[in-house]
């Protein structure tokens, strides 16, 4: 009965993205605060009658907001209450579509109250030689807030029926299709993090070396055999997730979190080559600065190059590498190079179960992304 795998929660998150109108998001808040939900608002019938409702229910700061405003944020909050489309009742496509729209919100430079983005470094005219020219962007995220969702669960081993939001609901609720249970358990973190993205004219060209083909033709056979996971069916996405698990590891030794509280948060979707590490938690105001302080241009490229050297060798070594490159290891041998002792992460940390992974793919002499500065 403590065995880890009798429960599996499944789970759906999004960051949160700031709206065209400030003004509607602050009576949101304010809402959230008030704990105005649906049910109340369909006391009143008239759009007229909810206003009223709204302003005598929130404390005295509404009245500084017109009734345009405070009407869409009516409309906004009444609109979740028809639930997702057809067509995205699947988890997973609900998360694509997120993940979509915070990679092109992460990319800018944002202010609002609560998502901080501050553009920090760009690739620009530097030489190829330069260690630097292996990245495309990097944005600081001073502020961030995190809705994570349950919407069920699994028994002894992940199961893709689970991913249906709807079948989920059914193990969470007895009466899961009346009204009173059109809900699901969530909860928001607060936090703080870096964003960056890898030169994706770098990669294109590094994933048409015939080396590099080989080699993950190989990997790919055992991954297909053993899982549905697409996103992986790429060598730039198990290198990105390598990358980020070497990185988090040593921003753990630099920024004074512990590996466990800081996570990933991988973009992987057509060229979106990005990754989001981060820290939250429950408290509003977040975290102390000493996270988003690393993503500074002279602090993130040192500890990115020290990660990089540090993963050409395993204490686990020669074994690791052997195995990594022939038979491959881990859960049903999905991972090359990897293993607690170079490349795992603890559990809270990883998205993916510390599968898919390979530090092949950085740093070996024939095939390794970084083999032309390291």
């Given at each position: 009965?403590?065995?880890?795998?009798?429960y599996?929660?499944?789970?759906?998150?999004?960051?949160y993205?700031?709206?065209?109108?400030?003004?509607?998001?602050?009576?949101?808040d304010?809402?959230?605060k008030c704990?105005?939900?649906p049910?109340?608002?369909s006391?009143?019938?008239?759009?007229?009658?909810?206003?009223?409702?709204?302003?005598?229910?929130?404390p005295?700061?509404?009245?500084?907001y017109?009734?345009?405003?405070?009407?869409?944020?009516?409309?906004?909050?009444?609109?979740?209450?028809?639930?997702?489309?057809?067509?995205?009742?699947?988890?997973?496509?609900?998360?694509?579509?997120?993940?979509?729209?915070?990679?092109?919100?992460?990319?800018?430079?944002?202010d609002?109250?609560n998502?901080?983005?501050?553009?920090?470094?760009?690739?620009?005219?530097?030489?190829?030689?330069?260690?630097?020219?292996?990245?495309?962007?990097?944005?600081?995220?001073?502020?961030?807030?995190?809705?994570?969702?349950?919407?069920?669960?699994?028994?002894?081993?992940?199961?893709d029926?689970f991913?249906?939001?709807?079948i989920g609901?059914k193990l969470?609720?007895?009466?899961?299709?009346s009204?009173?249970?059109?809900?699901?358990p969530?909860?928001?973190?607060?936090?703080?993090?870096?964003?960056?993205?890898?030169?994706?004219?770098?990669i294109?060209?590094?994933?048409?070396k015939?080396e590099?083909?080989?080699?993950?033709?190989?990997?790919?056979?055992?991954?297909?055999?053993?899982?549905?996971?697409?996103?992986?069916?790429?060598?730039?996405?198990?290198?990105?997730?390598?990358?980020?698990?070497?990185?988090?590891d040593?921003?753990a030794?630099t920024?004074?979190?512990?590996?466990?509280?800081?996570?990933?948060?991988l973009?992987?979707?057509?060229?979106?080559?990005?990754?989001?590490?981060?820290?939250s938690?429950g408290?509003?105001?977040?975290?102390f600065?000493g996270l988003v302080?690393?993503?500074?241009?002279?602090?993130?490229?040192?500890?990115?190059?020290?990660?990089?050297?540090?993963a050409k060798?395993c204490?686990?070594?020669?074994?690791?590498?052997?195995?990594?490159?022939?038979?491959g290891?881990?859960?049903?041998?999905?991972n090359?190079?990897?293993?607690?002792?170079?490349?795992?992460?603890?559990?809270?940390?990883?998205e993916n179960?510390?599968?898919?992974?390979?530090?092949?793919?950085?740093?070996?002499?024939?095939?390794?992304?970084?083999?032309?500065?390291?």
């Amino acid at each position: 009965k403590n065995s880890l795998n009798v429960y599996y929660p499944n789970t759906i998150s999004a960051i949160y993205l700031p709206g065209g109108n400030p003004n509607v998001e602050s009576i949101i808040d304010m809402f959230e605060k008030c704990k105005i939900t649906p049910s109340i608002l369909s006391t009143a019938e008239s759009k007229q009658n909810k206003i009223k409702l709204v302003r005598k229910l929130c404390p005295p700061e509404i009245s500084e907001y017109n009734d345009e405003d405070i009407e869409l944020a009516i409309i906004y909050i009444e609109s979740g209450e028809r639930g997702l489309s057809t067509d995205i009742q699947n988890s997973k496509k609900a998360e694509e579509e997120l993940r979509k729209k915070e990679f092109e919100t992460l990319i800018k430079e944002i202010d609002s109250r609560n998502l901080k983005v501050k553009k920090e470094w760009y690739f620009g005219n530097i030489s190829n030689n330069d260690f630097r020219s292996y990245f495309q962007l990097i944005n600081r995220v001073t502020k961030l807030k995190e809705t994570i969702v349950l919407f069920g669960f699994s028994r002894l081993a992940t199961d893709d029926a689970f991913y249906d939001i709807e079948i989920g609901k059914k193990l969470l609720f007895k009466d899961w299709d009346s009204k009173e249970n059109n809900w699901l358990p969530a909860y928001k973190v607060y936090g703080e993090g870096i964003f960056f993205t890898l030169n994706i004219n770098k990669i294109k060209e590094w994933e048409e070396k015939n080396e590099v083909k080989d080699y993950f033709t190989k990997m790919l056979t055992r991954i297909i055999k053993n899982t549905k996971d697409y996103r992986f069916y790429k060598a730039r996405n198990i290198l990105l997730h390598t990358l980020s698990h070497i990185i988090i590891d040593e921003l753990a030794l630099t920024c004074g979190y512990n590996a466990a509280s800081i996570k990933e948060r991988l973009y992987l979707e057509e060229d979106n080559c990005g990754v989001l590490i981060y820290t939250s938690s429950g408290d509003i105001d977040g975290t102390f600065g000493g996270l988003v302080r690393m993503g500074r241009e002279k602090n993130f490229f040192p500890i990115v190059y020290k990660a990089i050297e540090k993963a050409k060798w395993c204490s686990s070594d020669p074994v690791c590498s052997e195995i990594g490159k022939t038979s491959g290891q881990g859960v049903n041998f999905v991972n090359g190079a990897s293993c607690h002792s170079c490349s795992y992460l603890p559990e809270t940390s990883c998205e993916n179960g510390n599968l898919f992974l390979d530090r092949t793919l950085l740093i070996d002499e024939k095939i390794g992304f970084f083999n032309g500065v390291i």
